[in-house]
């Protein structure tokens, strides 16, 4: 286990002790896409409804916490930034490990970060659980020199059979709208699937309830 992969699995252990039978369910929510194009920003406006001009991540895996409400359901939410390691290709799969929703992110303005987005949908192929909640974001959309059209980056998304939704995280349109919407698809998904597997969550190491079968899982 390289040392990310030891740094990720001690953040997934102390978050999740701290959930313990508090929330109806604990969803764990990634940000992929390229750098620069306003990642750190969503989960800073969601998270702390705040918005930083010159905001620098640090590199590793970045994290903040956010607790909602949806249909009388307390959700607690786990959002994962990069911070910074796609600019090194140095994501691993851990870092998919696990995850209920994985949002995809573009800049409006970047037309190479809305074509890299098929590369970011081909990892979340080769390294997430076939079922996870996709969605994809294109960021920025109050900046007027837009190189990527709405319709054209719509016509993607339904092509690959993904929702789709602009935001700006510098004014916050649509930037609660789209992780709310992702955490009710997740939360449907779950309601439906077997009671057993829509249970609130116990303590997970790396996506694998404890309680299941010894306190060891694969690397």
């Keep these: 286990?390289?040392?990310?992969?030891?740094?990720?699995?001690?953040?997934?252990?102390?978050?999740?002790?701290?959930?313990?039978?508090?929330?109806?369910?604990?969803?764990?929510?990634?940000?992929?896409?390229?750098?620069?194009?306003?990642?750190?920003?969503l989960l800073l406006r969601f998270a702390d409804d705040?918005?930083?001009?010159?905001?620098?991540?640090?590199i590793g895996v970045?994290?903040?916490?956010?607790?909602?409400?949806?249909?009388g359901k307390t959700i607690k939410l786990q959002i994962w930034d990069t911070a910074g390691q796609e600019r090194f290709r140095t994501i691993t799969s851990s870092y998919y490990r696990g995850a209920h929703g994985i949002i995809i992110v573009y800049d409006v303005t970047d037309q190479e970060s809305f074509e890299n987005v098929k590369q970011w949908l081909n990892e979340i192929d080769r390294y997430a659980s076939e079922n996870v909640n996709k969605l994809l974001v294109g960021n920025k959309c109050d900046l007027p020199n837009r190189a990527v059209s709405y319709e054209s980056a719509k016509a993607f998304a339904d092509e690959v059979g993904i929702p789709f939704m602009e935001t700006s995280a510098k004014d916050a349109t649509n930037v609660e709208q789209a992780f709310m919407a992702m955490t009710a698809d997740i939360?449907?998904?779950?309601?439906?699937?077997p009671a057993n597997n829509a249970r609130p969550p116990t303590v997970q190491l790396q996506g694998q309830p404890v309680n299941q079968k010894g306190g060891c899982c694969s690397s």
């Design 1 to 41: 286990m390289c040392p990310v992969d030891v740094y990720e699995y001690f953040l997934i252990v102390v978050v999740d002790l701290t959930s313990l039978r508090v929330n109806d369910y604990l969803f764990k929510l990634l940000l992929i896409g390229d750098s620069g194009v306003g990642k750190s920003c």
């Design 50 to 58: 705040s918005y930083l001009d010159s905001y620098i991540s640090t």
């Design 62 to 71: 970045d994290f903040k916490i956010r607790t909602v409400e949806q249909d």
């Design 187 to 193: 939360k449907n998904r779950m309601a439906s699937q």
